[in-house]
């Protein structure tokens, strides 16, 4: 496998990792911040699943974009990235307000499996920037305008 291929099958690997870390590292504290004021899990998919699943979508976004940041990715790529998550997460909702799909189980899990291939789009959207050309390598810079 030649360097810039290993970069861009790295970069998605790191994304998948981000996401699910992002799920424990930022879902269990909502989680439980929710348990504290009186709302457990299953009230929360009964009676606002919408705010569930948007909570799903951003504690996987989140780190996500941080990531890529630190690894020196501008904000553009890190904005696309974060579409990448958020889209699929409006979809679900929608399906859910229209009615069309209400098992919040299926919701899930459609959330999960359409971000994937929407993450591998908005790389090759700019492979590029995946493979290794494009982006710094460490911390991304912050600039300050004079």
Do not use: C
């Amino acid at each position: 496998m030649n360097a810039p291929t290993g970069h861009f099958i790295r970069h998605y690997i790191e994304m998948v990792v981000a996401m699910l870390l992002g799920m424990a590292v930022l879902g269990t504290p909502a989680m439980l911040a929710l348990g504290a004021a009186g709302v457990s899990s299953a009230e929360l998919h009964a009676d606002a699943p919408a705010l569930m699943l948007l909570g799903m979508g951003i504690t996987m976004t989140l780190p996500m974009v941080a990531w890529m940041r630190y690894r020196g990715h501008g904000w553009g790529p890190s904005n696309e990235m974060a579409a990448s998550m958020l889209i699929p997460t409006a979809g679900v909702i929608a399906l859910l307000g229209a009615g069309l799909v209400t098992d919040i189980g299926t919701l899930l899990a459609i959330e999960h499996v359409v971000m994937l291939p929407a993450m591998l789009i908005a790389m090759l959207l700019r492979r590029d920037e995946y493979s290794g050309h494009m982006h710094g390598h460490g911390p991304a810079k912050q600039t300050l305008a004079a």
